[in-house]
Each structure stands twice: as C-alpha cells, then as structure tokens.
C-alpha cells in the first residue's frame, strides 16, 4: 500500500498576485505525487473563525489571544498614524511574527504529519523556528521583509534590527529558502544571509491563448496593486499625463487628485491582450533595484512588451523590457512602436513567457521532495531549533 504524501502551504490569499502562486504550488505538488495538499490561509490566524461576526472574535488559546491583542494594538496604532504608527510597528511586529510562528506549529501539528511545508507568507516565515512541523520546510518568500519595511519608512532602526534578526533566524532554521524572483534571492545573498540552503524556486506564467496586436495608435496598461509604497503612485501619475492613453487596473482606487486613468478591477487579465505595452512602476530605494513584479510575466504571456523603469534592470528579462525613465519615458514609447520594432519585441516577449513557464519556475521542488523521502530529523537538530525558539519572548 503506497504511504500518503502530505503537504501544506502557508499563504495569505488576496485577490493580487499573493494568491497566484500558492495555487500553482498545490497543483504541481498533486502532480508529483502528494496525495494531499493543504492550502492554509494564515489571513485570520487568531480569530475564533475566519468569515462572519465570530472573525472579530479572539480564539481561545493562550498563544492566540495574545496575537489577538498584539494585532489589536497595531491596528489601533496603524489608524492614528504618525509616531504612534512608527514607534508601534517597531516593537509590535517582530513579536507578531513570533507569535504567528508558534501559533502554526501548534495549529498545523494537530493535522497530523506533513512531509513537505512551503511558506509563502513574510508575516509567517518564524513557522521554522522551534519544534518541526515536516519533514522537509522551505521559506518561499515574496520579498526580503525587513528591508521592504525599512526603506517604506516602517521602522526605526532598532525595529528593523530586530526584525532582520528574526528573519535571518528563520531563514538558517529552513531546510531551503526562496524567493519568488532571483534578484531578490541575489540581494539577500549580498546584503543579509548567505547560507548554503537556497533554492530557486521562481514565478511563472502560462501560455495565453489570446495575444497582443499591433497597432499604429498603441495603448499601455498597468495592471496590478495600487496600494504599496513601492508601486510609485507619483511615477505613474506623472506617465498618465504624459501619456494618456495609458490605463491603470487594480486597486484600492488611487486618490482622484493624482489625475491617474483608473479603470477599477480588470474583469480577467485577458484584458492584457487589448493593449501594446505593459507598465511596471516601482520606486528607486535600494531594495527595489533587486526587485520583481509578476504583472512583467503576466504582460508577456500575452506578447506585450514590457516598459519598466531603468534603475530596475534584470538581465534574465532584457530582451521583452524597454526601459526608461519619466524624461525619456515618451521617446522611448515611440521608438518601440513602429511594426518593425514592436513585432520583434512582441515575439522576445513570447519567447521570454516560454522560458518563464510554471513548470520550469518550480522545478528546484523536485530537490525538496527527494529529500524528504529519506529526511529524518535528529534529536540534536530538533533541540537546536527548539532553543533558537526560546530566545524570543
């Protein structure tokens, strides 16, 4: 009789690109093997239930009520703003973190044994440290979160010490870090943690059915969040007044002082293929000249070239990138818009999406499930990670 393959992925579902990928993960783990995958959604990790009246309502455990109160002060500290916010968020979400990390593995032990554990999620990456959930854990991460805090103007400098530590601590204790771009996986390399455990697990695309077309008057699309620091509202406002035939989907809404095309939520990302060019705006911190947009994969899946900003270059996405800057941002735009041009980036872009498929983005797996055929954890590595665990209240 074969033995059930059990796995679970911590995410945290939205309606953007965090709920993408968790699902691609389930669907090729199935396919590999695992008899069950569990796709948990930390979103309400210390409430009595996570929709209706009773997702307002602390759980009754002791480690959960104290995240309840941890996250209600921090709420309370986001609204007023200011200081209050600043000074909250420093010595608030560190300890968060911790709490959720203890809540998982209390949480995820009473399901029984899981070979493989993925973390999706910045706020849970601590599920690694103490008494081991699976056989193999792996840390696949959307970002290096302290440093997207700090250059956000989140953090003191004595919060993101302390954060960086605990995710340096979570980041040795894994069996294999990721990240969700290599750029990001390159800048923690060189900036924060360079241990021998990384894994390349990418993003991915799928082939599309519909694709892009030329046209003489051609139209730029952004699609994706609006609401971080990162995606650089100042930039894309000033490239829709430049340019006004550049709609802007996603959300939340935008300020209307900000004079940006918003269209609301796109009813599918087939909407992509109605337009000639793809739009990334990211700010020009440190952090985000390393950094990744999956709406670049989404764009060329559908053949559109991708006009993303010059301070973030990636050479892996050269040929289906054009990139510019807000002075150039126009001569740009018209210089990759004759047939000739726009029909030789239209097949890079192509070419890219195929090489960026979801089967190659999460190939490296392949390294973790064999290892956890035969992964059998020591009492002196168990004792180990349990004493790491202690050392944070």
Known sequence: MTQEKRAVIICSQDAFANGVKPKELETYLKRSGFTSVIRFDSGKLSRLAKTGVRRLVPALH??????????AVLAVAVKMGGAACHSATSSLLWRIMVLRGKVLQTTLRESGHFDLLICESNMDQTVTLGKRVADVQILDLPSP?????MFGGEFTQAGYDKLREVEVASYTAADYLSFHWHTYADYVRQK?????????ITYGTHKKTLQARYSEQPRIIFLGYLGGYWVNL?????LCKLYPNLDVYGGPEPAASLGINYKGYAPSTDVIAEYQFGLITISDDELRQHSFSSKHLE???YGLPVLTPAWRQDAALDDSSIYYTADNFIEQVERASTREAWESLHAAAL????????????????VSMKRSEVWETSTEQLESEQAVMRTYP
């Open 234 to 238: 100042p930039l894309l406002s000033r």
């Open 62 to 71: 002791p480690l959960k009520m104290a995240l309840y109160l941890h996250e």
């Open 145 to 149: 979160f302290a440093e997207e805090m």
């Open 351 to 366: 070419r890219d999406a195929a090489r960026f498929s979801w089967d190659n983005a999460l190939k490296a797996l392949d």
């Open 299 to 301: 764009y060329i899946s």
């Open 192 to 200: 924060k943690y360079n241990g021998n455990n990384f894994l390349p």
